[in-house]
Nanobody, 126 residues
Framework: QVQLVQSGGGLVQAGGSLRLSCAVSGSILTINTMTWYRRTVGNSRELVAS???????NYADSVKGRFTISRDDAKKTAFLQMNSLKVEDTAVYYC????????????????????WGQGTQVTVSS
């Protein structure tokens, strides 16, 4: 069974920093692109940052220069380092993986598509 388990987040003052983690559990063989999204109250989902299996990154203009996405494939974990946080960064943050290759003891190698973490609240106060 594949799961994405998020940790980190919380309450911080404007200008502060937080780090989010997204750990993929299960008998994982490979993980393709991992992406962080966020959703604010009343707004649609926004792509924050993504990182491919090869390490190529992409950021929303609103977070460039402040947020850094990274991954540790040995630990099967992606990270989102958020610095110089602003009030408008307040949101629920979600991680996702578009394709995960994993081993199932009964069925052998299988591919999981579009898996999501449980979401974590980030609140930035002024």
């Amino acid at each position: 069974q594949v799961q994405l388990v998020q940790s980190g987040g919380g309450l911080v003052q404007a200008g502060g920093s937080l780090r989010l983690s997204c750990a993929v559990s299960g008998s994982i063989l490979t993980i393709n692109t991992m992406t962080w999204y966020r959703r604010t109250v009343g707004n649609s989902r926004e792509l924050v940052a993504s990182i491919t299996a090869g390490g190529s990154t992409n950021y929303a203009d609103s977070v460039k220069g402040r947020f850094t996405i990274s991954r540790d494939d040995a630990k099967k974990t992606a990270f989102l380092q958020m610095n110089s946080l602003k009030v408008e960064d307040t949101a629920v943050y979600y991680c996702s993986a578009d394709r995960i290759l994993f081993f199932d003891q009964e069925l052998g190698n299988r591919e999981a598509v579009d898996y999501w973490g449980q979401g974590t609240q980030v609140t930035v106060s002024s």
